[in-house]
């Protein structure tokens, strides 16, 4: 009763989810940044692709993502044996234990009618898939620990995933160690099936189960030949049919001659019966939860593999990309395999900014499509991890469940522009320049003394200061590709490159920040090619967008607007 | 001759045609490319943080290293960037103790010494212009070509030596061994502006509309690049152009390796050369 109930709600809240999760896939703007398409034409139009996909030759190609991307998993096995080996030990111990286990009585019952969870293969069989969740688990947590990247990008979710797998799996295998040592258990399977009628045959038997089935009674029977001959006679009419050695049971054979010394504690009912409990709610939980965890990549990762696999992005409507694009997002297990190969990963060692590892940037993704107005003060911190991104392409031909990344930092740049917060060298220039303009025309040019260290290097370059040299031949400016597009340089770019030097030259750093001409610069490199006293004229304007960089790096879009929080 | 291949970030989606035309070409002579994942080099953080644009490119730099082999860059910028980095880091030895205390955390080192070459030094200066010429089977014929050098192929000239910085003509005499002529055009040194697009578009649009319109009247039939961006940058600007109805020819670009490996006998899909082009270049 109280399972069938506990069971019936996980249901529910789990259908609940799905469909919840479902018709956010048709609501969600996370490929649709401006939100033109409406939920019930993205909903036709889902269809349609459906329908015309299924209902044509891309049927066998549906057949061939199916078999070799979901059922075999190949490219899991790009990342490298142990890899795959690890997500085949979960997925199909899993499986199998879902199916002949958790299922018993709509699966296993119904294809063999002999099926009994207590005699092989099935004792066996459980066993072997409960053993490679386990194995494939150790792997699981051995990878987020030792790798780097990996120990980076672990979060909650990953956590109570494998923690999840385990409780069940380890549950699983202590109530079944417990039961197998209990005296109590045996007692009670004893009176309510066999036949047993005297003392002896009685006696035999515990010999017998004490010996083969390493039932731990408090007092151990006597274990000569000749009751353990009796004994087994009496197994063999009582108890075999339903019973095979639990040696089969490999790992709760073992846990139950770990636990032999103390069996007559655990082997009671109440600990058996708390094992139970145990074990059955960790998996209704799991199962309640499944659309809002790390899970729910069972049923969406393989539709994404058979949607990208058919899906040619050019002759789609945009509904259906944004709708592919929304249902990505549930579709990430947060295996990292992106942020391993990511070619700005190792720039997470110099800027902290985990937005930048593909896997961190597409989670906050799912933040961002929503309307909700909290993030609004991360928006510079997503902006900088989006805008270091090269769009190289190579997390969307790694990533094991077919996500079309690139499609999503396209669309992410977009969004961002949407909300007004563009990369951050559009933001500091802008937020520099405002400040520079309005400084402009002032009567007094408010002096502020560079930075010792300025003034040693510019930063770090070994040249930075060489600045110093400068006569103002102008020679820079005159050469300069930008300098000389314009009829009015000095109107459009504040400052031009001598005066830039110039003012350097002065310990004037705060205003020549603000000078277009520093942002405008396009590192062409011809002013220090061509400067006659060897001044790096291009490497300090990098250097000067650097320290610019540092200074206003976490403008949100309303600090950029005033143009004051410098 | 062996080198570890540097596509850099862009090329994979954006201009595939690149690595493609260039691994083609490579092939002709014997030129064997290794593969190895390398990261971003740093050029696109430049602006944003000096560490972690010399983190990238000494990573890459490293990663070559293990392997003894020289680099081959194909897009300028990076090469530029690689070649800028490796200098600084072997003057600034403070600097360099720090990179490698940030590279053992990947298990690597900064070598002791590493050859980083463009794709075109590796044709002028190890496969030499004579034993392209003994390969060219299909030379052009009255096709006149305007050599775009690209900024980080030249400057700093203290940094790439690759060829005279204000007079320079290795590419010149690259583009003529194919029988194409190159012709002498005002603006061949100048920045192609991709570096501006997306941060000063209309200045990026206008630099790079400049050089298309030079070009084309130098009398050039197209422009010649060798470099991931300014390929980027005249595709984008010529389909503005002609989208803003350019009353002027609007000339395309061509990699160098397309247009060396169609003298080489290549076929030009496989060089992944453009319909346009293919009617330019009137094969």
Known sequence: MFFNISFYVALILFGIGTVYKVLMWFRRRVGDPLGKISAPKRFVEAFKGVFSAVFSLKLFRLVKVWFLEIFIQKQIAREGFVRWFMHFCIAYGFIFLLLMHALARYVSQKLFPEYQATINPFLFLRNLFGAMMLVGLGIAVYRRITNRTMRLTTRGVDVYALVVLALIALSGFFLEATKIVSHERYEEMVSEYSSISDEQEAQALKAYWAKEYAVVFPKTPAMDSGSLAKGKEVHLLNCASCHSRPTAAFVSFGLAKAIAPSALILGQKSIRESLLYFHFLVCFLGLALLPFTKFFHILTSPLVLLINGVMDRSKSSPANIATVQAIELDACTHCATCSLHCSVGPIFQEIPNKTILPSEKLAVLSVLASKNRKFLPILPVISEGASICTKCYRCTTVCPVGIVLQDQWLTLDKGLIHLECPEPFIRIRDAFKARFDSDRGKAIIPLTSAKKKFKQGVGLSLQ???????????????????????????????????????????????????????????????????????IRVADIFFELKNEAYQQGKNLTPGERESGEPL | MRYSLFPGCKIPYYVPQYETSSRKVLEQFDVELENIEFNCCGYPVRFLDFKAFILSSARNI???????????????????????????????????????????????????????????????????????????????????????????????HDVVQFDNPVNPNKFEKLIEVTGASSVDWPLRLQCCGDSLNGKNDVLSRELGEKKIRSASDAGADLICVGCTHCQMQFDRIGAQMKEQGETGEVLPSILYPQLLGLSLGLDGKALGISQTLFERLQI
């Open chain 2, 62 to 156: 490293a990663l070559t290293g293990e392997k003894g082999l020289p680099l081959l860059c194909l897009c300028k910028c990076c090469y530029g960037t690689l070649r800028y980095a490796d200098i600084l880091l072997r003057k600034d030895e403070a600097l360099l103790k720090e990179i490698n205390g940030a590279l053992k955390a990947d298990g690597l080192r900064y070598p002791e010494q590493v050859e980083i070459k463009h794709l075109l030094n590796v044709l002028y200066e190890d496969i030499l212009l004579e034993n392209i010429q003994k390969k060219n089977v299909r030379p052009f014929q009255g096709l006149k070509v305007a050599a775009h050098y690209g900024c980080h192929i030249l400057r700093p």
């Open chain 1, 464 to 534: 930075g200061s060489t600045f110093h040299y400068c006569f103002t031949c102008m020679t820079c400016s005159n050469s300069c590709p930008v300098v000389v597009h314009y009829q009015n340089p000095g109107e459009k770019l504040g400052l031009l490159p001598h005066q830039i030097m110039q003012s350097l030259k002065y310990g004037i750093q705060d205003n020549v920040l603000g000078a277009g001409m520093v942002w405008d610069c396009l590192g062409c490199y011809n002013c220090q090619e061509n400067c006659p006293q060897g």
